[in-house]
């Protein structure tokens, strides 16, 4: 089936830079590409995608993505599309094309996290990673741990306490499961933790590419520097505990209904455990205040790089 959608996005990029050219040498006007489509559909009866309409979108299919990777020929026509129509820029189509690639996303899904900014959220992601990993796991752990998640689907009111959060994720967990990314297995919730005092994380998953234990710490509030500390200790009990020996450093996930950005940064500058600040929305509003703390262009082609060479040596 892979190989069958390689060939049939080949064809269409051929197609569409058929049309560009013979714009470009004989001046082709709409009149004539709609010609064209008259003529394929006649050539090839029954082939589906060969309108008017899907050969002005082989000829935008051409343009926007000579200057990407081949990985958009390794996703659907459907999924190209919706890229090409609703993100703006080489970096942001880039990102979508590799996830959609990586994880077989489909076109709700891909449309979902358009919608939900996951690009700007990918970039905005505040961990100590960079002094707390290896360089082998950095940008794995990075893409694992975004700025905000979405969690509409637990249909919980505005006003929620930790325990109704929790419960409602445990009764929506694969959709929870899937909001985090798609590498993460679920291990338990209220994960007791063997000392003299009695001691829980709120979950415990699983992080399959990284093969760390990750624990999350749920709080509906504000984000406090103490909760880093916490954190930390639970980390450490994890890995002395219940690490096994052929898995990594265990990393820790605070999940804040809201966050200050420099007091994040100051709670997670000294500390030696992994760990990652996000946070998180029941309702469909987005802050209007995400551009301001985008990284610059160079970073963000970067990071990007980073992200799918660490795509390609994974398979």
């Known amino acids: 089936m892979k190989q069958v959608n390689v060939t049939l996005m080949q064809l269409y990029w051929d ?14 006007g709409k009149s004539v590409v709609e010609k064209l489509a008259a003529d394929l559909q006649i050539e090839f009866p029954g082939m589906n995608g060969l309108s008017n309409r899907n050969m002005w979108r082989m000829r935008m299919f051409y343009l926007e993505y000579s200057k990407l990777p081949p990985m958009v020929a390794e ?15 080489v970096n942001e189509r880039k990102f979508y094309a590799g996830m959609a690639k990586r994880y077989g996303w489909t076109k709700a899904v891909l449309i979902h ?13 505040q961990t100590n990673f960079d ?9 794995q752990a990075k893409h694992a741990v975004r700025d905000e998640y979405n969690f509409e689907f637990l249909e919980i009111s505005e006003a929620h306490n930790e325990r109704e959060l929790e419960l409602a994720i445990m009764k929506n967990i694969r959709k929870f499961l899937m909001e985090m990314g798609g590498d993460f297995s679920f291990i338990g919730n209220q994960f007791r933790l063997a000392l003299e005092e009695d001691f829980s994380i709120d979950i415990l998953l699983f992080h399959r590419k990284l093969k760390s234990l990750v624990a999350i710490d749920l709080k509906p509030g504000k984000f406090k520097p ?20 052929d898995e990594n450093a265990s990393i820790g996930i605070i999940v804040c209904r ?28 987005l802050p209007k205040d995400y551009k301001k703390y985008l990284p610059s262009p160079e970073t963000i082609i970067k990071s990007l790089d980073d992200m799918f060479n660490e795509f390609s040596i994974d398979q």
Request: net charge positive.
């Open 15 to 28: 197609i569409g830079k058929s049309i560009v050219e013979k714009q470009q040498i004989h001046k082709w």
């Open 258 to 285: 809201e966050k200050n950005r420099t007091t994040v940064e100051y709670a997670l500058k000294d500390l030696t455990q992994p760990i990652g600040v996000t946070t998180y929305k029941v309702s469909s509003k």
């Open 113 to 125: 996290h358009i919608k939900g900014k996951s690009f700007e959220k990918f970039l905005l992601g």
């Open 226 to 245: 103490e909760y880093a500390g916490k954190m930390s200790f639970y980390l450490s009990v994890l890995n002395d505990k219940v690490k096994t020996a």
């Open 75 to 89: 996703i659907s026509w459907s999924n190209n599309i919706i890229i090409i129509e609703k993100c703006k820029g």
């Open 131 to 139: 002094k707390t990993l290896p360089e082998k796991y950095r940008h």
